[in-house]
Nanobody
């Protein structure tokens, strides 16, 4: 099955930058989208950014103009460049892949998450 592994999280000061990476492995018939959710402490999980196989992108309003999602040509790796970071960006960031399971039903596959902490 599909496996996703995130990397690149850490501690950064407000106004700083981080780049997250998500490496995909395993077989899948097709990919609808890949991207990033985050789960801030005490808050609900939210979609941060996504990118489709034909390079359509989606961003949460709170990160537009600051974050950029991108991918390699084969969708083996997805990136999230995070600039002008704010304390409100502190969260566990989860990579996801949306695609069909063995029954053809579209589901989200998840990575284990990487911690991003924005603090002075």
């Amino acid at each position: 099955q599909v496996q996703l592994v995130e990397s690149g999280g850490g501690l950064v000061q407000p106004g700083g930058s981080l780049r997250l990476s998500c490496a995909r492995s395993g077989n899948i018939f097709s990919i609808n989208a890949m991207g990033w959710y985050r789960h801030p402490p005490g808050k609900e999980r939210e979609l941060v950014a996504s990118i489709t196989s034909d390079d359509r992108t989606t961003y949460a309003d709170s990160v537009k103009g600051r974050f950029t999602v991108s991918r390699d040509n084969a969708l083996n790796t997805v990136f999230l460049q995070m600039n002008s970071l704010k304390p409100e960006d502190t969260a566990v960031y989860y990579c996801y892949l949306r695609g069909p399971n063995s029954s053809g039903y579209f589901v989200n596959y998840w990575g284990q998450g990487t911690q991003v902490t924005v603090s002075s």
